[in-house]
């Protein structure tokens, strides 16, 4: 099971609950989120 948010017929985030976890997608460009925790990876290059 998943959800997803979508934007004018784009998804922009897609969620997973995974076991004690919870996994997000976002559909945007590397490095406009503004990630102070470094909580964000790059998996455009290895998939997801």
């Not at 997608?25 to 406009?32: A, D, E, M, V």
């Not at 503004?34 to 997801?48: A, T, Y």
């Amino acid at each position: 099971m998943y959800s997803e948010f979508r934007l004018n017929n784009k998804n922009i985030v897609d969620i997973y609950p995974i076991k004690k976890q919870i996994k997000r997608w976002f559909n945007c460009k590397w490095g406009s989120i503004n990630d102070h925790k470094k909580l964000v990876r790059d998996v455009s290059k290895i998939g997801h």
